[in-house]
Nanobody
Framework: QVQLVESGGASVQAGGSLKLSCVAS????????MGWYRQAPGKERSLVSY???????TDDDSVKGRFTISQDNGKNTLYLQMNNLKTEDTAMYYC?????????????WGSGTQVTVSS
């Protein structure tokens, strides 16, 4: 089993910065990547930024140039540096890890960390 624990969420003013962290524990083989997703009240959960284990990143258009995803060398901690935050970035942010085992894709999720951006 894999456990993911997010931290770093806070309340900030627009234009501010935050850095989210996600620590992964437990191990199973076949990880394909990790990413950050967010869900605002009344909206569906959506991708913010994803980092494949081959180093490829995928960012939602709304965060390009403002958010940066990264990983520590041991690949056990995932980060999301968020700059120039906007009120529309307010959401619960979730960390996810994607694995492929025997041709099946499984995702593991953390419980989330709240980011609130005020004007």
């Amino acid at each position: 089993q894999v456990q993911l624990v997010e931290s770093g969420g806070a309340s900030v003013q627009a234009g501010g910065s935050l850095k989210l962290s996600c620590v992964a524990s437990g191990y199973i083989s076949g990880r394909r990547g990790m990413g950050w997703y967010r869900q605002a009240p009344g909206k569906e959960r959506s991708l913010v930024s994803y980092l494949s284990d081959d180093g490829t990143t995928t960012d939602d258009d709304s965060v390009k140039g403002r958010f940066t995803i990264s990983q520590d060398n041991g690949k056990n901690t995932l980060y999301l540096q968020m700059n120039n935050l906007k009120t529309e970035d307010t959401a619960m942010y979730y960390c996810a890890a994607v694995y492929e085992t025997g041709g099946l894709i499984n995702s593991y999720w953390g419980s989330g960390t709240q980011v609130t951006v005020s004007s």
